[in-house]
C-alpha cells in the first residue's frame, strides 16, 4: 500500500478557492488511479473526482463538475484538487485514496485501498 497525506485545507469564503495536494510515498505513485472523496457531518463519505495513473482520464461528482478540477504531477507523487466556486455545501474532511496498482480510475469507494488521514474544508456563507 502507498502512505498518502493530505494538505491545504482550511476555511474560506464562499465563492472562494482552494487546492488540496495529496503527497503519496514510494516509487510506483504513477501506477495508481487516484480519487478525491469528501465526508460531511452527519453524512457518509461520497465521491468526488478520481483521475487515471497516465492523469488522461478524469470524472467527477454531478456537485462539484465545472468548479472542481483534479490532477496529477506523478514527477512529485502529488495529487491535487483544485475547488473554485465553493459552496457552503462543500464543507467536509477531504480525502485522498488510492487503488492498487494499474487498476482503472474508479468512483466507487471500495475500489480504493489506501487512504490519507483527510483534511478539513470550511466554506463559510
Known amino acids: 500500500q502507498v502512505q498518502l497525506v493530505e494538505s491545504g485545507g482550511g476555511l474560506v469564503q464562499a465563492g472562494g478557492s482552494l487546492r488540496l495536494s495529496c503527497a503519496a510515498s514510494?516509487?510506483?505513485?504513477?501506477?495508481?488511479?487516484m480519487g478525491w472523496f469528501r465526508q460531511a457531518p452527519g453524512k457518509e463519505r461520497e465521491f468526488v473526482a478520481t483521475?487515471?495513473?497516465?492523469?488522461?482520464?478524469?470524472a467527477y461528482a454531478d456537485p462539484v463538475k465545472g468548479r472542481f478540477t483534479i490532477s496529477r504531477d506523478n514527477a512529485k507523487n502529488t495529487v491535487y484538487l483544485q475547488m473554485n466556486s465553493l459552496k457552503p455545501e462543500d464543507t467536509a474532511v477531504y480525502y485522498c485514496?488510492?487503488?492498487?496498482?494499474?487498476?482503472?480510475?474508479?468512483?466507487?469507494?471500495?475500489?480504493?485501498?489506501?487512504w490519507g488521514p483527510g483534511t478539513q474544508v470550511t466554506v463559510s456563507s
Open positions: 485514496a488510492a487503488r492498487d496498482p494499474w487498476e482503472p480510475y474508479s468512483e466507487r469507494e471500495t475500489d480504493f485501498t489506501s
Open positions: 514510494g516509487r510506483t505513485f504513477r501506477s495508481y488511479a
Open positions: 483521475i487515471s495513473w497516465r492523469g488522461g482520464t478524469t
